[in-house]
């Protein structure tokens, strides 16, 4: 039973909110349908809350690989230098997943493809001025109270979105590059590389979700 789905111009998103996972019994059905490296990740976490994130995001990947005809428990998942996860047997095919409080997001892309979801909490201020270019910043600044939680966490999104797209991770300063969202579509303000990125960018009641695709 999976939360959502959503196809888009050769993107493929896929949501499950983890406390479906609660029942033990459909736990335990979704715990022997995967690989044994996934079942040790969900074995490895000592909290249940972590043990429902990790199963759900193994059980999106297989809900995601059964579209190009492949399953979770059939296929090696290697990490690139920064951790990213990647299939070494099927380099066409580009992945990346996220999860926050009870929810996993699993995106899916014919480029390489970096996502982050959160959940809104109190902004902290002073992360961002450490981490934010100080344009964004004075944008969060001038915000009312009540509206910089919302607008911290969907420039976080959209950030950690980007740093997984290139693969780089939080080896590059998130203050090394910015984005605008002043008008109808997103644009990022990078010099790292020369390639174009297309930003999407979701919101679902307390959650903000972005997916950044390299062109």
Not at 14 to 35: G, I, R, V
Not at 179 to 191: A, E, P
């Amino acid at each position: 039973m999976m939360s959502g789905k959503l196809y888009e111009n050769g993107l493929r998103l896929y949501t499950l909110d983890t406390m479906l996972l609660t029942d033990d019994a459909y736990f335990q059905t979704c715990y022997h349908q995967l690989s044994a490296s996934r079942r040790a990740k969900v074995d490895g976490y000592l909290f249940w809350k972590d043990k429902r994130l990790s199963l759900g995001a193994g059980m999106l990947l297989d809900q995601g690989l059964r579209e190009y005809g492949l399953r979770e428990s059939e296929v090696r998942i290697g990490q690139k230098k920064n951790g990213k996860p990647y299939l070494p047997d099927y380099p066409l095919i580009h992945f990346n997943l996220a999860h926050s409080e009870t929810m996993v997001l699993v995106a899916f892309a014919d480029a390489e493809v970096g996502c982050d979801i959160e959940y809104t909490k109190k902004a902290d201020m002073e992360l961002a001025k450490h981490c934010f270019r100080p344009e964004e910043y004075a944008y969060l600044a001038g915000l009312a109270k009540e509206a910089q939680d919302s607008a911290f966490f969907r420039l976080w999104t959209l950030k950690e979105s980007f740093l997984k797209a290139t693969g780089m991770g939080m080896e590059l300063p998130m203050h090394t590059f910015g984005f605008d969202v002043s008008g109808d579509s997103i644009k990022v303000r990078q010099t790292y590389d020369g390639y174009e990125y297309k930003i999407k960018q979701y919101r679902d009641g307390r959650y903000w979700a972005a997916v950044c695709i390299q062109r």
